[in-house]
């Protein structure tokens, strides 16, 4: 089940059979940390729009996402989730994090650039 492509169908299947967060007691805490990504899509948006990019807020949401999903399941529900114009920005974070997975079976990872301004920023931390 795992390694077949996340779909709209078993995206939420998928998801919670990977959460992993012991302190967790209701759904809608499942709900808050996959809500995560929702927040990193605006972030992105508003990154995209305005040059503003607030680096330690994506990189806290990231890292929470990992600690709860782990490092490939975390990478494929962003991958999924995101739009594929902000790829360039989730890999930099990813690679930077050394999250990235070698393989993510729903994208072909090599064709898929860093973003140079978002390396360099996070070059600076």
Excluded: W
């Excluded at 940390?33 to 990154?47: A, T």
Aim: hydrophobic share 35%; glycine share 2%; aromatic share 16%.
């Amino acid at each position: 089940m795992f390694n077949i492509p996340i779909n709209d169908e078993n995206f939420m299947f998928y998801a919670s059979q990977i959460y992993d967060n012991p302190q967790c007691l209701s759904e809608e805490e499942f709900d808050e940390d996959l809500n995560r990504i929702k927040y990193i899509k605006r972030l992105f948006y508003r990154y995209e729009k305005t040059g503003e990019l607030k680096l330690r807020l994506i990189l806290n949401h990231i890292i929470i996402l990992n600690n709860v999903f782990g490092s490939e399941g975390c990478s494929r529900l962003l991958f999924y989730k995101i739009d594929e114009k902000y790829y360039s920005y989730l890999k930099s974070f990813l690679r930077y994090l050394e999250y990235l997975p070698n393989i993510i079976p729903e994208l072909n990872l090599e064709t898929i650039c860093t973003d140079h301004r978002v390396d360099e920023h996070l070059e600076r931390l």
